[in-house]
């Protein structure tokens, strides 16, 4: 007989392939339409959506997200926290317990039952308050970032938040935009697109507005259509939406998707610390129930209670904790202006030990100032402005900030008024290969020009002559000799330069491309202005002290950067070029990596494989940068970082976004994430030590002892308790000696953190059981109720103290306070764990009131166990040199 689940996975399969199947016909048919059938297909025309029809299709097709499953659904995490293993394992001790207590006993008694359910229900509802908090806060976070797409609406341009683009809007797109759909190019420009989330082919794709596709041309090929998920690179383009959400091409490969994503190092140290006690629980377990079942000849009982052990060495809360403390983190970064978009990216965050950066308006003011405007000889020319503003002005792509350096620089030399005279032809956009964008340019008599601006080098490459003194001479070695000591000259000053150069010699008709960028003249040079941020040198120390090295990657010259590093405290003993990265190999580069901490003109490819070496080398990377050149290194970090005004690619492909483009910022997002971390740490050393010191006291009194040291029931709702204690952990403070270094999952730490605490709390229970058996006087099966009430307060109160022992490297209370929420958690659960004890509420768990002549050794066992903790603490902390 087959199982029903494989069923439902083969039958899931089979619809997924046919859905996909469906998509790809429907894409291919939107490709060979001429754009009158799109339009009437689309019910839609040049001049977009009127507002209302556009919500009226809002309702009809949703919003435009993917939906995998419906797993952040209300009832999913109601399901979620209801149905775990602790509970289950609980629903089954009710079970037994109700036949044992009610269907075969002559006096039926409920209160067990009602006890192990309302533990259910409080379990369950505590983990599903959390879990709707940390979904309520994810939310509120997404919300303050969000990209936009430019569509037209009733017959004019506006933004609106990319899921709510429907089918049949307009969009107009530029480079470094994101896609919000499937769309039918209807007017291109030289638009490149990259589709390496869809195909994995790392060289962006052109796109056309024709209908030149093939019927065997591959779905990824066919030269009109645009897909989510795919950005523009370059260029610019109008097109018309088809589809959107689990409607798209991205939508339908989604669901196909068999593979999950590479775990962070966050989920592999989780994962880890989990196999490990489940191991320790594996182990424990068939030990403590063949040892009960052979010594007292009660299999039932010994099975429940091995079941409950298990359990009890279940850190059950785990994911509560975590999800609290990260939910918590993230709010409290986002009080410092970032916005975490993956929770998981706190600790990553916090882990960082290199920060790469790149330069313009993190360690600059990015409030670019055009400064001067001067021929090769160097001398002031108001001709190379007007070449610059004319280039700047009339190129359709992603104005930058030395384009609107350029524009305003103009406008406030009066020189709009020659914008008349010309109109644009064409124009060759940006890209990152070459570094430089032309346009073609006619004037009022037909006459056209080609002026072309760009990185200095990339235009000197191009060009043949050079202009002096009004006169047109070749570029021979001594002309180029001059430019260059020009250009050298005032980079080395901090000037940020970039070439100017035209030619008259244009064709009169056709298309312009990259080929028609030769044989030009170089007329001169525009140098910006970028100050370095007065806090970036600030910034820079300070995530120094907290064990983060800041390393440079920029486009820009190596002049600039060395001039803006050196002022901003980033080390310039040695700078790197694109140039000198491209000749080096994979050895070479780690070597290179260990002492350069600037490296200048860098293509993204470069930014991405210097990266990818601080990783090889063992680093925990961030990198933060806002520009279409960095999205290949901001997806190859462990922890992206961009800004909420960065291009689309780039918020798309980071983890955290802030909202001021700013070190300071980082650097209080850097300590928020350590804060979170050691307070995880905190709860998963807690419950390791103290499950391993369980098991050694459990074996030991299995095997002494003629009666269960405490019955299922006990352990379950002490278990609980402890839990409950360890709710405040989210909100407890964090020592600021841990703040200082970044720390990483360390198994081997847990493992002897383990092997230190958990055998001194073995010794207070088999100590606790020594006052029990002979002091108290419970040494018979008959007074097991008082032995186990014994073992109940202690273990909850001792668990209590070992909280606040274990929360800091420093002493407890008086050299380190706890939060009012994790003082409250404790205060109130060891209060409650003293009232069952000594009072008739020990009869509801089948135990037998404490004799007040208890108290006295109660205080000693706790003193003294805390006490041997700090101690212990101390030998710990001088043999690994660390706590936590």
Known sequence: MIPVNIMNRKTQGRQTQKSRRDTEGKLRSYAFQTAEELFACLSSAQTGLANEEAKNRQDEFGKNVIT??????????????????????????????????????????????????????????????????????????????????????????????????????????????????????????????????????????????????????????????????????????????FATGNNTYFGAMAKSLSGDRAKTSFERGVDAVSRLLVRMMIVMVPIVFLINGLSKNDWPNAFLFAISIAVGLTPEMLPVIMTSTLAKGAVSMSKHRVIVRTLGAIQTFGEMDVLCTDKTGTLTEDEIVLEKYMDVHGEDDARILRHAYLNSYFQTGLKN?????????????????????????????????????????????????????????????????????????????????????TYEKHNANGLRMIAVAQKNEVPGSGAFSVADERDMVLIGFIGFLDPPKESAKYAIAALREHGVRTVVLTGDSEGVAVKVGGKVGVSTAQALTGRDIEQMDETSLL?????????????????????????????????????????????????????????????????????????????????????????????????????????????????????????????????????????????????????????????????????????????????????????????????????????FVFGTVSQVLIIHMIRTAKKPFLESKPSLALLFSTLAVAVIALAVGFTDLSIGLDMMPLPTSFIPWLVLLVVGYGLSAQLVKKVYVKRYKEWL
Request: include cysteine.
């Open 68 to 241: 995998l499953g419906n797993k952040n659904t209300t009832l999913h995490r109601l399901r979620e926290a209801a149905v775990n293993p602790f509970n289950v394992i609980l629903l089954f001790v009710a079970a037994v317990t109700y036949f044992t207590d009610v269907v075969v006993s002559s006096k039926p008694d409920y209160l067990t039952i009602v006890i192990i359910l309302s533990l259910v229900l409080l379990s369950s509802l505590v983990a599903f308050v959390q879990s709707q908090r940390s979904n309520a806060a994810a939310e509120r976070l997404s919300q303050m970032i969000s990209n936009k797409a430019d569509v037209w609406r009733d017959g004019r341009p506006v933004g609106i938040p990319m899921d709510e683009v429907v089918p049949g809007d307009i969009v107009r797109l530029s480079a470094g935009d994101m896609l919000p759909a499937d769309v039918r190019f209807l007017v291109t420009k030289d638009a490149f697109v990259a589709q390496a989330a869809l195909t994995g082919e790392s060289n962006p794709v052109e796109k056309f507005s024709n209908v030149g596709n093939q019927e065997k041309d591959a779905l990824t090929d066919l030269c009109n259509i645009g897909f989510l998920g795919s950005n523009m690179v370059s260029g610019s383009a109008t097109a018309i939406v």
């Open 401 to 485: 900030l030395i384009d609107i350096a350029i524009i305003d620089r103009a406008v406030q030399s009066g020189l709009e008024g020659m914008l008349g005279a010309y109109s644009r032809v064409d124009e060759i956009p940006f890209d990152f290969s070459r570094r430089r964008m032309s346009v073609v340019l006619a004037d009022q008599n037909g006459k056209r020009q080609l002026i072309t601006k760009g990185a200095v080098e990339e235009v000197l490459a191009i060009s043949s002559f050079v202009e002096l003194h009004g006169s047109v001479l070749p570029m021979d070695e001594e002309t180029r000799r001059t430019a260059l000591s």
């Open 591 to 791: 070597a290179a990596i260990k002492t350069c901490d600037l490296f200048a003109k860098l293509s993204p490819s470069q930014k991405e494989r210097i990266v990818k070496a601080f990783q090889t080398a063992g680093h925990t990377v961030g990198y933060m940068g806002d520009g279409i050149n960095d999205a290949p290194p901001l997806r190859q970090a462990d922890v992206g970082i961009s800004v909420d005004s960065a291009v689309d690619i780039a918020k798309e492909t980071a983890d955290i976004i802030l909202l001021k483009k700013d070190l300071m910022v980082l650097e209080e997002g850097v300590i928020r994430g350590r804060h979170t971390f050691g307070n995880i740490v905190k709860y998963i050393k807690m419950a390791a030590s103290g499950n391993f010191g369980n098991m050694i006291s459990v074996i030991a009194a299995s095997i002494f002892l003629p009666f269960l040291p405490m019955l299922p029931v006990q352990i379950l709702v002490q278990n609980l308790l402890c839990d409950f204690s360890q709710m405040g952990i989210p909100f407890d403070s964090v020592d600021k000696e841990y703040l200082r270094k970044p720390h990483k999952w360390e198994t081997r730490s847990i493992r002897s953190f383990m092997a230190f605490l958990g055998p001194l709390s073995s010794v207070f229970d088999l100590l606790c059981f020594a006052v029990l058996w002979r002091v108290v006087g419970a040494n018979r099966v008959e007074l097991a109720p008082v032995f186990q009430c014994g073992w």
